[in-house]
Structure formats: C-alpha cells, structure tokens
C-alpha cells in the first residue's frame, strides 16, 4: 500500500522532504504505530517524531487513533510560540463577518478589527503581535512563517467558536502571517470586540494562548549566526489538551 504523509517546518527539513511516500504493507495503521515505524526508519529524529501529532484529513489525531493509506496526513512538530514569557458556535449573522485568515500578504492590523465592530459593542481590542529584534542578548534578522494553512484556518475559526461560547456575543478575527517577517513587521493580529472591555482583553489573552497550542503555524528564526525552529514554548505541545488549563477559561 502506498502511503503519503506531508511534513512541516524543521521536521520537513530534518528528513530532508517537504512529504514522505511509503510502502507498507498495512492498508491502516494507528497513528502511534506510523510514528514508531517512521522512528524505527529515522533513527536520529525519533525524538522529533515522538512529539509530533498526525493530522487526519485536516484534523488531530491521538496515538490511538486508526488511519486509513488513503487518507490525507500530515506529520505535525510542535506549534510555533514566543519566548517564554509567562509559564455553541456565534450565530451565522455575526459569523459572516467574522475572519480568519493565514495569508502571505502584509496585515493591516486597523482593517483586521473593524471586522469585529458592532452597535451593541462598547468596546474592541486587537493584539499585533511584531517581530522583535533583539531577544534575550541575540539579535533576529527576520523570521520565516510556514503553516498548514487549510488546517491552520480550521484551527483559528475554532478558536473563535470557543470563544464565542465562553464569552457569549463577543466577537474575534484572526490574522497570521506565512512567509519572510521583516523586524517590525506584523506577524499576527487578534482583534476581539464585546459589550465590555473585560470579556475583550479576557478572550483577547485567550485567544493568543490558543493560538501557540493548536494552530499549526511554525516559526524560523534568522539570526547573524544561524536559524533555528522555534516551536510551543509553554510546556509539552498537546493540541488535545483539555482547555481548563488556559487563563481566561471561562468553561
């Protein structure tokens, strides 16, 4: 059986290969089993590969999880973060206004919240997350985004039901760069409307934390002296988590 499973950011660089095609045996495997056998057969990334989730048609997929040759795969490292610096779905009239976007394209961080203004909204907030050129002594040069992008947007318009559901009437869109990020440029914005401001800062803070856990977005940084891949920073990437462990749970 022939078996295809796209790869991402440092992972698709460490094997070399933007996908893998396999021939097993096997018509279907579980996911545990995929990233035992592509450990057994890359030796010297199979701490990598251990902590990586697959994708199944554009969603996660657990360990135990059984999927077909035919299916769409993706082998996923862990999601992009930042340095660390702290340890029922909105109705469709709100919804059609509502964003979610990964784009290649400069944001225009003004355009991104007027998306979420509203008449019974007293209040709107939007986080711009920049580059930044000096972190901890070292200094970036640019950074490189690279998503799943299909999968990416899926991710951020969840994050948006979750917190249309935790914060009732409150509204958000989400922006993310992909590509070359010059120093002072805009890599993702987060604009969150509500009747008061405290929902607005509450699920903007959320969102943002949401966003590191399961979004599949990797980050490249380009310093002077080298890169490195810089992945989810706030403990163990699990995509899977329960969502009480984030602030701003509401749930």
């Known amino acids: 059986m022939t078996w295809r499973i796209s790869l991402f950011a440092g992972l698709a660089e460490r094997l070399g290969a933007r996908g893998l095609t396999l021939s097993w045996e096997e018509a279907g495997l579980t996911v545990g089993e995929i990233k035992a056998m592509l450990a057994e057969q890359y030796p010297e990334h199979a701490e990598l590969l251990g902590v990586c989730f697959m994708a199944r048609n554009q969603a996660y997929a657990h360990d135990e999880t059984f999927v077909h040759h035919d299916d769409e795969l993706a082998l996923l490292p862990p999601v992009s973060g930042g340095v660390n610096e702290r340890q029922e779905r909105e109705s469709s009239l709100h919804n059609k206004h509502i964003r979610h976007v ?3 394209d400069p944001i225009d961080a ?25 972190t901890a002594g070292k200094r970036t040069v640019t950074l490189e985004y690279e998503a799943y992008a299909p999968m990416a947007e899926a991710a951020l318009a969840e994050i948006g039901d979750e917190i249309a559901a935790r914060w009732p009437g409150t509204l958000c ?15 993702v914005v ?34 002077e002296d080298g890169t490195e891949w810089k992945g989810h920073q ?3 990437w699990n995509p899977l988590a329960p969502l009480n462990g984030l602030e701003g749970d509401k749930g």
């Open 102 to 104: 990964i784009t290649s």
């Open 110 to 134: 003004g355009r991104v919240l007027s998306s979420v203004y509203h008449p019974d909204h007293g209040a709107a907030v939007a986080f711009v997350g920049t580059t930044r050129e000096w």
């Open 173 to 187: 869109a989400i922006s993310h760069r992909t590509g070359t990020v010059g120093i002072g440029e805009i890599s």
């Open 190 to 223: 987060i604009a969150v409307s509500s009747a008061h401001r405290a929902d607005s800062y509450e699920a903007s803070r959320y969102a943002i934390e949401r966003l590191k856990q399961k979004v599949p977005i990797w980050k490249k940084e380009i310093y």
């Open 234 to 236: 706030l403990g163990p």
